[in-house]
């Protein structure tokens, strides 16, 4: 695809948050994370496709200290545009944070398809676990589709709540996936509040436990889309006390 020849090293990067299962933290993950990485210094613009426009939403009182702009894919036939669309935006940013709609759409696989790292949040209940099954049956066609040049693809175990690393059974259930997990976005009813004050995180509540779970994310994605020399190391979740 043209789009992956011209990338060139230190390009943007394009982090996509998805999950086919509604409500798992994917507009809290994509809003926060993209202030953390501005806060990291890299100039990110969060990219809203949902039809819902949650991070649209969140940024409406001015007061997010990354952009948010609205990309809903116009119409079903043209994926070909929105990544050429998108590859226009990206040369005004370090880094593209976006936020997908929970359903099966052109939009999904295109984002996929130009991911550098794809992050799905997921709690570790049996319901949001299916679902999660089920989007790694994407991830699995796109990993086909893109061969040598594969995204990096995270778990992020979202809304987790209290004793969950004590809880061998719900822990499991995201081992189970199989798949690299970033560090865990601990429930926090601050994210809540985040949002109605139409502020992020570590504004709302700098330095606290959501804020430093935000921040531990965000730092896992830049170390694995660090340039790999020799054998890179494996980065495993840190233990955590709610
Ligand atoms: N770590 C968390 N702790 C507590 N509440 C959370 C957390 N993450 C998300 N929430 C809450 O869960 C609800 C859904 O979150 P969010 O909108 O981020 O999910 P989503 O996956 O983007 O949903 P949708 O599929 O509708 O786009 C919101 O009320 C949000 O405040
Ligand atoms: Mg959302």
């Avoid at 993950?29 to 613009?45: E, I, P, S, W």
Wanted: charged content about 25%; aromatic content about 4%.
């Amino acid at each position: 695809m043209q789009i992956f020849r011209r990338r060139i090293k230190g390009a943007p990067k394009i982090i996509v948050v998805g999950n086919l299962k509604g409500g798992t933290g994917k507009s809290t993950v994509a809003v926060n994370t993209a202030c953390a990485l501005g806060d990291m210094g890299h100039r990110t613009v969060v990219v809203d496709t949902d039809p819902q426009k949650s991070a649209t939403l969140w940024s409406s009182g001015g007061q997010l200290p990354v952009g948010v702009a609205e990309f809903p894919l116009r119409d079903l036939n043209a994926a070909g545009e929105w990544i050429e669309e998108l590859d226009v935006l990206r040369t005004g940013y370090a880094r593209l944070v976006i936020d997908l709609p929970a359903v099966v759409s052109p939009v999904l696989a295109s984002a996929f398809l130009v991911a550098d790292v794809i992050l799905i949040p997921s709690s570790p209940s049996q319901v949001d676990v299916q679902a999660t099954r089920r989007t790694l049956k994407f991830v699995a066609q796109t990993r086909r589709e893109r061969g040598a040049n594969p995204p990096h693809v995270l778990i992020v175990p979202s809304q987790v709540r209290r004793g969950w690393f004590d809880d061998g059974g719900v822990k499991q259930q995201l081992t189970s996936l199989s798949e690299d997990m970033t560090p865990p976005v601990r429930h926090d009813k601050r994210f809540g509040e985040a949002f109605q004050a139409r502020q992020w995180i570590g504004d709302v509540a700098p330095g606290s436990r959501a804020h430093r779970d935000i921040v531990a994310v965000s730092r896992d994605i830049e170390a694995r889309m660090a340039p790999v020399r020799g054998t890179a190391p494996r980065i495993e979740p840190s233990p955590v006390t709610a």
